[in-house]
């Protein structure tokens, strides 16, 4: 299997925001998304990044410490070791305090 180099994120947020730190939790370790711009306030534009370096088992979006988080969309796009990068898109989603989603999407296979 293929390592994930990174996961590059763009999340819009709806009508109920959050202001703590965005986090993603890779085969049950909790990792920090650097912004890289924007915020996830009322109809903001999250664009971050985390640096996963390690084959996943899986990957997940993880909800507010305290209250609620409305997502519109959920962009995910990853790099990887070895294959050319891929993305797809997810939501609209709420996530209460201590929610998770699951944003992983194995390498896309084609039929040939």
């Excluded at 925001?17 to 915020?39: E, F, K, M, Y």
């Excluded at 640096?51 to 305290?66: A, C, K, M, Q, T």
């Excluded at 969309?73 to 990853?78: I, K, L, S, Y």
């Amino acid at each position: 299997m293929a390592r994930l180099l990174q996961v590059r994120l763009t999340i819009t947020t709806g009508t109920v925001s959050t202001q703590a730190p965005v986090r993603v939790r890779i085969n049950g370790h909790i990792l920090p998304v650097t912004c890289t711009s924007g915020d996830t306030r009322t109809g903001g534009m999250f664009q971050g990044v985390a640096d996963i370096r390690s084959v996943v088992h899986s990957l997940e979006l993880l909800g507010p410490v305290e209250g609620a988080w409305e997502v519109e969309r959920v962009e995910a796009f990853f790099e990887m070791e070895q294959g050319e990068p891929y993305g797809h898109e997810i939501g609209p989603i709420r996530l209460e305090a201590g929610q998770a989603v699951n944003i992983w999407s194995a390498t896309p296979t084609f039929d040939v």
